[in-house]
Antibody, heavy 115, light 107 residues
């Protein structure tokens, strides 16, 4: 079955760090661009970051540049998002999604930034 | 950045109604547009990509059209399971951007 499964969310204090993972299965992971998209409570969808299939080529929304790092391990079929210097406004459900057109989504993992 | 503007932001409709949602891009995006459906507490589900191509497994009551800057999503006959929020997204260039959403509610 083709699927994406996120993990690593939780409660973290402002200024703290968290690393999200997204395990892919059922398709050739290394052949696909992968993205992170987030959704703050009661709000719309916001693209966060995208990485090329080989790991070369990374893109970020302005609000996370310099704080978040996207990476992947194709040997483990896993996508990552390292989040540092977290702020209250980063509180959201974080989804991983396949390709720039996001045709396949995981179930999401909740990140709460609060003291 | 390319801004995506959806309208209406919400609408009330009855079962069996034909519903149309529009999405306008601030600059031309060719057909690099995708439509999603999202139900409360669930991940988005892709419906249409490349502006008019139906995603595998999506019923044919959903259709998309448009190119350049103006796009539409049409639900031909609204069913109870179609009450949800719908989003458009452009993937022509970075940053990737979403519309603000259109919530379809029961009249």
């Amino acid at each position: 079955e083709v699927q994406l499964l996120e993990s690593g969310g939780g409660l973290v204090q402002p200024g703290g760090s968290l690393k999200l993972s997204c395990a892919a299965s059922g398709f050739t992971f290394s052949s696909y661009v992968m993205s992170w998209v987030r959704q703050a409570p009661g709000r719309g969808l916001e693209w966060v970051s995208t990485i090329g299939g080989s790991g070369a080529g990374t893109y970020y929304t302005d609000s996370v540049k310099g704080r978040f790092t996207i990476s992947r391990d194709n040997s483990k079929n896993t996508l990552y998002l390292q989040m540092n210097s977290l702020r209250a406004e980063d509180t959201a459900v974080y989804y991983c999604a396949r390709s720039e057109n996001h045709l396949l989504w995981g179930q999401g993992t909740l990140v709460t930034v609060s003291s | 950045d390319i801004q995506m503007t959806q309208s209406p932001s919400s609408l009330s409709a009855s079962v069996g109604d034909r519903v149309t949602i529009t999405c306008r891009a601030s600059q031309g995006i060719s057909n690099y547009l995708v439509w999603f459906q999202q139900k409360p507490g669930k991940a988005p589900r892709s419906l249409i990509y490349a502006a008019s191509t139906l995603q595998s497994g999506v019923p044919s009551k959903f259709s998309g059209s448009g190119s350049g800057t103006d796009f539409t999503l049409t639900i031909s006959s609204l069913q109870p399971e179609d009450f949800a929020t719908y989003y458009c997204q452009q993937y022509k260039s970075y940053p990737l951007t979403f519309g603000g959403g259109s919530k379809v509610e029961i009249k």
